[in-house]
Each structure stands twice: as C-alpha cells, then as structure tokens.
C-alpha cells in the first residue's frame, strides 16, 4: 500500500511540473517549425543545415576537395544566412557524409531544409520506438512518461532547429544497445557504423570491445568503417586526407563553454572569454576519465549480463566528456544509456533512476543559460557527478562483493555475474 502511495504521489508530482513547463515545451517545438515554414527567427535556425547543404553543393559540382577549404562555403552560406555575413562555418564531418545531401543540394534551400526536416522526424520516431523497447522491463505507464519525456526534450528540438544529425547518432547508439543486450553482436557493429559521421565517438567503443573480445561486433564495424574511408579518401584525394587531422585541431582549439566535454567545462569555469584556451588541459583528464573506466570494465562485460546497462552508461558519459566537438543537441545520446540504467534496477530504485533522469531532463531545458548567466557548464559538471558516482558504487559492489583473502567457498570461490569480481 506504501509503494502504491508513493508511485501515485511521484506520478502527481509529475503532472504538475508537465503543466508548469508545458509553455516552455512549446516554444522550444514552435521554434523550428518557424523554421520549417520559412521564418527563420534567429541566427541559428537552420544554421548547420546550411553547412550541410553548402558541402553537398560542392559535391554534386564535383568540388570535394574543397570540403575543407572554408572559404569555398563563404559564398554559398552569404546568400544563404543573412545573419552570417562575416561568419563562415566549417564542414567537420568526414567527406562521405556529405554525399548524402548531394541530391537534395539540387533543390532549394528552403525545401531542402523541409526534406531533411521531415527525415529527421522519421529518425526521431524510430528512436522513440528504440526507448520504448529499452524501457520495456519497467512497465507501461514507464515507457509512455519517458517517450514523453524525449519528444519534449530540448536538445531534441534545438537539433530540429539547427538541422542537425543527432538524431541519426542517438539511433545508432540505441540499436547498438538493444542489439548487444539481444545476443546479436554482428548486427550491433553495422548499428554502430552510422557514428562514422562523427567518428571520434567510435573510439572509446571500438577499444572497450576489442579489448573485451567482441569480435564479431568488430567483424561488420571495421568493414563499414574501411568502406566509409575508402569512400571518402576517393573523393577528396589523397594531400586533402593528410590534411584532414589538421583541420580538425584547429576546430578543436576554437572551442567554447557551451561544448560539452571537458573543453567545454574548462572553458566556461577557467577561461570564457578565451574559447579553447584550455583545451590541451582536457588532454590529460580525458585519458583519465578513461582508465577510470576501463577499469570499472574489468571482469565480467558480458551484455547480457546484470552490470552491462551501468557500464554502458559510463562509457557513454565517458564518450562525451572526452569529444572535443560536442554540442547541446548531440547529447541526446545519453538518453538511451540513462534509460537502459533505470530499466535494470529493481522496483525501489527505479524512482532513484527516475529521478536523476527528471532532473537531468530540467538541467537540459536550460539550454546554455547557466553557462551564460553563472559561468558553469552546469550538464557536463552533471555528467560528471554522475560518472564519479557510478565507478564509486562499482568499485564499492565489487569490494563488498569480494570474499576475505584465504577464505572459499564451498567447490572454490565462483566470480559473481552481477558484480564482475
């Protein structure tokens, strides 16, 4: 009867914050569907997608070498974005990308930002079927508030806004998940290989299972992985491939305290008048950020196993802090880890697990104001809280766990499952 009350008062509380941010929630869709319309209010409605669209012209004219020389997007992007005049962006992303907006290139640029548009929503509603089947274990009325809880997300409608790709890597991420989780590790690696259009994500994943002995997911990943190179190093040649890591460091270095990552949090707490003045500090604390979970990864990482949705939630926090390019809207890729945790707990702490992703779900709705206002990258100072706790409780499980030295169990002492000694 306690538990009863409890999950009716929880379920309150939630309806009348729903009702006090509802307003908030529609003006973050109002926006990009202004945009979708045509008026575009701001100087970043449809600003990424006229990178993409820029990059996909010079593709179709046949200039791919030049994806990496900015000032060949000038032109496209002045007759473009008004408000960007004497501002060019850069295309970052490896080369075979974008030929996926050469087609639509051909159109204009308002109706290709409604194509990619509505294929985003597509994207968007595939992943919400992903959480929906990530969050099956808790239950009906569970898997309808956080399917909620992500079609009102703010970085969800920022990426809308922008006319990114993040929704593309959120689904890889989460078909990645589920497909681990099932036993089907070969499918996992061609899951994983849309994250080739940001491929520093891959880094952490591809060594953790390699390291692990995953190899049928490397068996499908590394191929698709070799073609994409192929693919691109055949469009742009081969002086622009050399040149392609450079390109990329500069970029890093023009970092600021909205990023998301520990470039982003040193900037805003150390230097926020400098963007990436401190980025070569992120070096180090990344590299420990992952031996500290490596070394939670030790022992059993079996995906099917008890302790698999907390390790991959911290690799996926991991991933994040040590990307030197990781804005608002690409942080959705944590949802399906946050969820995956709270569908593994037992029925207590599952309202912990609710909790912290209601809080994170507030923390995002900010946007970068608290950057702004107080000077703190307040959701990577999260992220971080987060990772610190989850290797405590690991590392504590697995002490607690671990019988005294020269004692035995009964037929020798048997490693446990759950815990991974």
């Not at 959480?131 to 970085?155: C, F, H």
């Not at 987060?386 to 009964?410: D, H, K, N, Q």
């Amino acid at each position: 009867m306690q538990q009863r009350y409890v999950a009716l008062g929880a379920w309150a509380t939630l309806a009348i914050l729903g009702w006090v941010v509802a307003p908030a929630v529609a003006g973050w869709w109002a926006a990009p569907w202004h945009a979708f319309f045509g008026r575009r209010e701001f100087w970043w409605d449809a600003e990424d997608f006229a990178v993409f669209y820029a990059a996909g012209k010079l593709v179709a004219a046949g200039d791919a070498h030049l994806l990496y020389t900015p000032s060949a997007f000038t032109p496209i992007q002045s007759a473009l974005l008004p408000t960007h005049q004497d501002v060019t962006l850069g295309y970052y992303n490896p080369p075979f990308f974008a030929l996926l907006f050469a087609p639509i290139s051909w159109l204009s640029f308002d109706r290709a930002y409604q194509v990619w548009f509505s294929l985003n929503l597509l994207v968007l509603a595939f992943n919400a079927w992903l959480l929906w089947r990530i969050a099956a274990p808790l239950g009906l009325a569970w898997q309808a508030a956080l399917t909620i809880a992500l079609l009102t997300l703010y970085p969800v409608t920022f990426a809308f806004r922008l006319g990114q790709y993040s929704l593309i890597l959120m689904a890889s991420w989460s078909s990645a998940y589920l497909l681990l989780r099932s036993g089907r590790e070969r499918a996992a690696g061609l899951a994983l290989a849309p994250l080739l259009i940001k491929p520093e994500l891959l880094i952490p994943v591809t060594l953790l299972l390699a390291w692990k002995g995953r190899r049928a997911v490397l068996s499908t990943l590394l191929p698709a992985a070799a073609v994409a190179a192929t693919v691109s190093i055949v469009m742009i040649g081969l002086r622009e491939t050399v040149a392609y890591p450079g390109y990329l460091r500069e970029a890093a270095f023009a970092g600021t305290g909205n990023m998301y990552g520990w470039n982003g949090l040193l900037s805003s707490l150390l230097a926020p008048g400098n963007p990436g003045g401190h980025t070569s500090l992120a070096l180090p604390l990344s590299l420990l950020t992952l031996a500290a979970v490596a070394v939670v990864w030790r022992g059993d990482a079996d995906p099917g196993g008890e302790r698999f949705p907390s390790l991959w939630l911290l690799l996926t926090i991991a991933t994040v802090l040590v990307d030197l390019h990781f804005y608002l809207q690409d942080i959705i890729i944590i949802v399906p880890a946050a969820v995956g945790v709270a569908a593994a707990q037992r029925q207590g702490a599952r309202w912990v697990a609710g909790g912290a992703l209601a809080f994170g779900w507030l923390l995002l709705g900010f946007g970068s104001t608290p950057t702004a206002t107080w000077g703190i990258n307040i959701f990577t100072s999260y992220m971080l809280v987060c990772l610190v706790a989850l290797c405590s409780w690991e590392y504590v499980s697995r002490f607690v766990s671990r019988p005294p030295r020269g004692t035995a169990l009964r037929g020798g002492f048997q490693p446990s499952r759950a815990t991974g000694a």
